[in-house]
């Protein structure tokens, strides 16, 4: 049985045309500039969101810390949603290596900040004080299900940043599928932040790579941030050009994407005991839990799915699971996941026999 692997969009493969692309990539040394597809994807990915210049990562982790580091100094704090990315996901690298403050805030459903508190959050000029820098944003929203934020919040939030001497920073890890998903151009989620960080390696399916885009000032003393970190590559033309052909050919298929996470969560509905919120699922993230009555627990679904129909998803919870469709995964894939689910979800041991079992191992 082929598997099914509804754990994330990282687990992409990369396409065909991109295992031809990247044979036959052009490729020089990359920190003496030379690389001649990896300066073409960082051009792409520039013009793309709008932006300058383009640098060419390791990871969105990567993307992100280097942005972070070169936007910021030690003794320095950046504000951030409680549950973001940059926040809660990445080994505490502006901490750890850049000596800056998360000040981690409360987001709403969608993943937004609130204005106000955003506002009060910026420090007085006082020596007591971390020195408030930065405001990292985040679309779409992983913890909120990839919830796709609108331009008129960044705006809102640019306002708050140029009353007081703010760079905004952007993980857009999944931007493409926020773009997509609201029928809009990358760069009008972009136009208000002053760097932004992609991923090539998500959805949009390249092997491996993430690119950050700002002013070209800012990407010349970003490169040496790469390079200080250890990101400096060499040949990478070979893995530039897999992320071209992401750019140039995955994009606007994220919109399959988004329509399976909506089978998917219309047809989770549809089972008993399940509790899912279709409405919520814009991009191509679909959270969803058991109810206690069912009397099953996420780790015993999971092993279910696994061994009886090599189908893979990650739990979040004791009961809950988030499920990611990507171009390995289509319609077909969707409904047999959601009729062995709906199988496994009717054979389960009756809460009766459960207590009975329990009373015997006593
Ligand atoms: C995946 C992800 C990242 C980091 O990307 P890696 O390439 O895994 O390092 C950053 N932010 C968000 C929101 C992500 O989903």
Same mark, same amino acid.
């Given at each position: ?156 939030? !640019? ?5 007081? +001497?703010? *760079?905004?920073?952007?993980? $857009?890890? &999944?931007?493409?599928? #926020? =773009? @997509? ?77 988004? !329509? ?5 969560? +219309?047809? *989770?509905?549809?089972?008993? $005991?399940? &509790?899912?919120?279709? #409405? =919520? @699922? ?81």
């Amino acid at each position: 049985m082929d598997k099914i692997d509804f754990r994330s969009d990282t687990i992409t493969w990369p396409t065909p045309a991109m295992r031809e692309a990247m044979a036959v990539a052009l490729v020089g040394d990359d920190v003496y500039g030379e690389d001649p597809t990896v300066n073409q994807l960082e051009t792409l990915a520039a013009s793309m969101v709008g932006q300058e210049a383009g640098l060419f990562v390791v990871s969105g982790t990567m993307g992100n810390l280097t942005a972070i580091l070169t936007h910021a100094n030690r003794g320095d704090e950046a504000i951030v949603g409680e549950d973001a990315h940059t926040y809660c996901y990445e080994a505490g690298g502006m901490a750890v290596l850049g000596g800056i403050t998360p000040r981690p805030l409360p987001t709403d459903d969608c993943g937004r900040l609130d204005a106000g508190q955003v506002e009060t959050a910026v420090r007085p000029d006082d020596p007591h004080f971390p020195h408030t820098r930065l405001l990292l944003l985040e679309n779409s929203y992983g913890a909120k299900q990839g919830y796709p934020l609108s331009p008129d919040y960044f705006a809102t939030m !640019r306002a708050i940043a140029d009353r007081h +001497q703010l *760079l905004i920073h952007l993980d $857009g890890a &999944r931007l493409f599928n #926020a =773009a @997509v998903a609201q029928s809009l151009p990358a760069s009008e989620l972009t136009k208000h932040v002053d760097s932004v960080t992609f991923c090539l390696s998500k959805g949009l399916s390249a092997p491996v790579g993430s690119v950050l885009c700002g002013t070209a000032e800012f990407i010349a003393r970003a490169r040496r941030t790469r390079k200080l970190i250890g990101g400096g590559m060499r040949q990478a033309g070979v893995l530039a050009a897999a992320g071209i052909v992401a750019l140039t050919q995955m994009v606007e298929r994220l919109a399959d994407d988004h !329509r399976h996470a909506q089978q998917l969560a +219309q047809g *989770l509905q549809q089972i008993p $005991g399940i &509790r899912v919120n279709p #409405a =919520a @699922v814009r991009t191509n993230m679909v959270f969803f839990s058991l109810s206690e009555e069912l009397g099953i627990m996420a780790d015993e679904v999971a092993t279910a799915l696994r061994q009886q129909a090599n189908i893979w998803l990650d739990k979040i919870g004791p009961q809950s699971f988030r499920a990611v469709t990507h171009y390995w995964v289509g319609s077909d894939e969707v409904a047999r996941f959601l009729e062995m689910l709906g199988a496994i979800i009717d054979e389960r041991p009756s809460v009766d026999r459960r207590q009975t079992t329990e009373v015997d191992n006593r």
